[in-house]
């Protein structure tokens, strides 16, 4: 069974930084791409960002410049650091792995809750 959990979400002020991590458990292996999504209130989950297996990365143009992802093979884990934060980041983050459970699938988190507020 595959298990990924998620941490790092919270209440932040505009400018500020938070850091998302996600880690998958179980008998997950063969993990290729890694990513982040987000889901505001009456919106349908767009892209964030996303990393392969070799480190090569893709960004939604509204988080250029500010958002980093990175991934841990060894933990499989994949971060999110979150800079500059705005009021239209906030949403539920999801983590989002494709890897061999089995099966060779899309696993997703539970989500993880950002607001930016002053």
């Known amino acids: 069974q595959v298990q990924l959990v998620e941490s790092g979400g919270g209440l932040v002020q505009p400018g500020g930084s938070l850091r998302l991590s996600c880690a998958a458990s179980?008998?997950?292996?063969?993990?290729?791409?890694m990513g982040w999504y987000r889901q505001a209130p009456g919106k349908e989950r767009e892209l964030v960002a996303s990393i392969t297996s070799t480190g090569s990365t893709n960004y939604a143009d509204y988080v250029k410049g500010r958002f980093t992802i990175s991934r841990d093979n060894g933990k499989k884990t994949v971060y999110l650091q979150m800079n500059n934060l705005k009021s239209e980041d906030t949403a539920v983050y999801y983590c989002k792995i494709l890897g061999y459970g089995p099966p060779y699938s899309d696993y997703w988190g539970q989500g993880t809750q950002v607001t930016v507020s002053s």
């Open positions: 179980g008998s997950i292996s063969r993990i290729t791409i």
